[in-house]
């Protein structure tokens, strides 16, 4: 009896561990369990899609990771095409909450809405919890973030892009500290409240102030942040002429305020070149930015460490600074009243977007602010902040005990690997007998070395430059031997390849 007894005892327990190991393979995580992965902290994600044949540089992590961040915790309604994905902790529970940005297919013209995604515990999932229409329209332009406009620790969800007819907008909504219910008529109410919204004929800043240590800590009050529009001043004949109107945050009306109108004379320029550079039209922008941007320092002169480089045949731009290049790629282009606005995203790291506002200083300057949606540290200028000016058009007055190279040369070089043509516009072509390859060019500095490089379409090659006995001590015109070695730029700085050596001569006839 005892051994029957024992028999059934040890069958029961075999068919209940068998049955445990199927759930565990089934369901091998319960429905409401947390992911540790929806403890990060808010991010904007631009949610384009890569290319046919695209390779992510991160490998399939990082396209993993990609396609994790762009995806929305809720399903877009028909009709409904994704543009973009915030994601963050905002009401201090558990479990993250979205900013969706969407489009509707039916509206050609129609603005750039936004859903607050929230987790509803009677649901055991995600929904939609609020929609909100946004002023912006051109999609390309969107720039979402959240930081603390007011000061008190609320978060305050930053809308930022252009419409239609060209206007800089701004919308500001700060979240409410307490979840709203919904009505009677189950309308859910608004979990945001709107501190501010402007459209304006040129560009808009938010100007963030370096706060206390007490603030970081904890101990008190942040002073809220101020607002700066410029606008057209159309009382003026001179189209440079702007007015800066400065909006400061009220405590006791909880809205953004006019606290300032202020009149910016502009530089006289001729009017006719003014207005077709202006005229609307980006590609005319781009081609007058088309080339290398030295940064202007305080005195005015020119630091040829720090440039920017403008590629608008490739859609390319390249960042150089502090020894460390960046190439962004060129995704679309805005015109504004007085100059481009650009969003452009990091070909290393995918989910990198930097906006671009550039505006017309001269004829042969530009004034640039940029807008990344990384922001590590509230109160710190961007480093690429600044004015401009083209190289080529001013020299630098800086003294200095070595002379910089000048980026561009007019010259001719033979070589075994064929005749390469230097043109002091920047482009270069190089004929090996066989084939011809062109494309742009530029000699700069790394430290105590001078590199050159040459770009032909997604190619791009660095070589550290030798002008053998004596140097380039002149800028112009160069030596008449020129030796060229492949390195590699990278964090770490240059790195040899260890390649043959090309020596080439200049070519007498040139």
Known sequence: MITKTFRIFTFTAFILAFLCIIGLLVFPRLPFAKKESEARQSRVIVPLAPASGETYPGGNAERMAYEDDISAKIALKEGESLVSVLTGNFDGDPLDEQIVAYRKSGEIDGPVYIAYVDFDDDLGGYRRVWDFSTPLTRQGTLNLYTVDMIGDRSICLVIMGMNNDGEQTLTVLQKKTVMPRSGRDNTPEAPFLKIAELRVDGSISIRELERTTAYQ?????????????????????????????????????????????????????????????????????????????????????????????????????????????????????????????????????????RFLELELESLEGIRLRVVEDVRIKIGVSDPWNGSYRKAGT???????????????????????????????????????????????????????????????????????????????????????????VRVRLSTRGIQELHETAISMTMNPEA
Request: no cysteine; aromatic share 14%; glycine share 8%.
């Open 217 to 353: 800590l904890g101990y008190t009050r942040g002073e809220p942040f101020t607002i700066a529009a410029h606008g057209r001043d159309a009382d003026s004949q001179n189209l440079m002429d702007q007015i800066e109107t400065v909006y400061a945050y009220n405590r006791e009306s909880g809205l953004y305020e006019r606290q300032r109108t202020v009149r910016i004379p502009g530089a006289q320029i001729e009017q006719r070149l003014l207005r077709e550079l202006l005229s609307g039209s980006a590609s005319k922008f781009e081609e007058f930015i088309d080339g290398l941007w030295y940064y202007v320092n305080n005195d005015g002169t020119l630091d040829q460490k720090q440039y920017i480089y403008f590629d608008p045949e490739n859609r390319e731009i390249i960042f150089f600074g502090d020894q460390i290049q960046q190439v962004f790629s060129w995704r679309s282009s805005s015109p504004t009243r007085y100059g481009l606005y650009i969003s452009s995203q990091n070909v290393s790291v995918v989910t990198l977007t």
């Open 394 to 484: 001013v020299s630098s007055r800086r003294e200095q005990a070595s002379p910089e190279p000048y980026p561009y040369i007019d010259s001719v070089y033979s070589g075994y690997i064929g005749k390469m043509t230097f043109d002091k516009t920047g482009s270069y072509s190089l004929d090996s007998g066989t084939s011809v390859q062109r494309g742009r060019y530029a000699f700069f500095m790394l430290g105590d070395t001078e590199l050159l490089e040459l770009r032909s379409g997604t190619d791009r090659n660095v070589y550290r430059v030798n002008w053998g006995e004596g140097g380039r001590q002149n800028q112009n015109p160069p030596p008449a031997e020129l030796t060229l």
